[in-house]
Nanobody, 124 residues
């Protein structure tokens, strides 16, 4: 059974930093972080493929960094210069596919496996 377990969320002030982790039960070629704020749709934040190729949502480019440790089946998201608008539940997602086009890689429908989420709250 597939398990994705996120950790590292919390409450920080604007300008602060957090690092999220997602421990997977097995290797997945494509992994991503999504977030969902109350009353809003879930949106893709960043994705990374097995060869290290990354894709970022424009609004977080330069502030967030996605990375992975394939030996540990663990995904990370380093978040710097956090803003109140970054407050959301952050979800880890995974897919075994190695054929997701870059323009689709931040779409929720590409990912069959999801974690339960970790809350990030940024205060002004």
């Amino acid at each position: 059974q597939v398990h994705l377990v996120e950790s590292g969320g919390g409450s920080v002030q604007a300008g602060g930093s957090l690092t999220l982790s997602c421990a997977a039960s097995e290797y997945f070629y494509t992994m991503a972080w999504f977030r969902q704020a109350p009353g809003k749709e879930r949106e893709g934040v960043a994705a990374i493929e097995g060869d290290g190729t990354t894709e970022y949502r424009k609004s977080i480019q330069g502030r967030f960094t996605i990375s992975r440790d394939n030996a540990k089946n663990t995904l990370y998201l380093r978040m710097n210069s956090l803003k109140p608008d970054d407050s959301a539940m952050y979800y880890c997602a995974a897919s075994s596919s190695d054929t997701i086009y870059s323009f689709q890689i931040l779409d929720t429908v590409q990912y069959p496996y999801w974690g339960q989420g970790t809350q990030v709250t940024v205060s002004s």
